[in-house]
């Protein structure tokens, strides 16, 4: 099998799963009981906690464990507008955000909130002119991605850090989900207020997860009961998760010393052989991130073509798996000025440390076939 939509999910690491088994069969108590058994397993979270907050280079009080992504970023946009929507109901994102950004920024418009949607350029980066001609005086909020989850564009958060330092009244949060582990982000002192990670992104496990809450910012909570995490998430703590993702960011950060050369690498020689097929046109721009290669084959049915890889075990996707059964045009795409042709017929490729040379050109040459069967039955 050639697994090549690591963006998707990623195969978790094995001593990850013997984390999670470990921690599920010998601390199992619940850590607010009073107990000593319940004391032993608080005492673990309390240095899970530490840890992360020690590869993050961040405050272990300013760590909160999720399910996810999609919490985090929910969590952080709506925490911020529900706690702060007397002082202003103006929201800043972009186009091209994950639809866990998009969809909850709709259903605050539900409840009155106005929402500036940035456009972004062909290689689907914001104009950060834009962004500061966009900030109102009832602005509470910027959400930006990190790295963009269909082409790999990395977005100017340093920069866009800087204009919300000169706004201390607003808040900015990012999703760096795909981002973590291949891209580095400083969070202490960046103007950052809130970062968005997810578990099975790096080899960790699904329903594990990160938000990052800065310690002078406060957030109305979407879940109510015993106070747990700081209050932010109340309900009884998944212990193995926080061990589980404590140990997939650790292993994912020794990774991307060594690794990401090797991971730019093959981005640059997946590049170079999707060019040289005729009909392709690449999609994600050269300052991307090294795990993600997005490119289009107007004309070309993607759905047709995935399927016929995945009878040979190569696995790729079209766009977001988290709307790739939406319709056929790629928002992201369309968002980056492609037609309606170029948007539709978009592939992702995405890479982890584990892919090698050998599966990527194993990987062209099905396609390349795929692509001569596909003309073959359309003639």
Known sequence: MIYLDNSATTKPDPSVLKSFDQVSSNFFANPSSIHQFGGETEQLLVRTRKQVAEILKVDKDEVVFTSGGTEGNNTAIKGIALEHQNRGKHIITSEIEHPSVLEACHGLEMLGFNITYLPVNQDGIISLQDLEHAIREDTILISIMHVN???????????????????????????????????????????????????????GLKGTGILYVNKHTKLF?????????????????????????????????EREVQGIKKLYDLQKNLRN???????VKMNTPETAAPHIVNFSMPGVKPEVIIHMLGEREIFISTKSACSSKQKDESMVLAACGFNGKRSASGFRVSMSYDTTAEEISHFIEALKKAIQQFKEVME
């Open 149 to 203: 989850n269909e082409i790999g564009s990395i977005q100017p958060i340093k920069e866009v850090g800087n204009i919300a330092k000169q706004h201390p009244k607003l808040f900015l949060h990012v999703d760096d989900v795909q981002g973590l582990g291949k891209v580095p982000l400083t969070l202490r002192d960046s103007g950052i207020d809130l970062c968005s990670f997810s578990g099975h992104k790096i080899n």
């Open 273 to 279: 052989a999707l060019l040289k097929i005729t009909g």
């Open 221 to 253: 909570p979407l879940l109510h009961g015993g106070g747990q995490e700081q209050s932010l998430r109340s309900g009884t703590e998944n212990i193995a998760g926080a061990v589980a993702m404590a140990r997939a960011l650790r292993l994912m950060k």
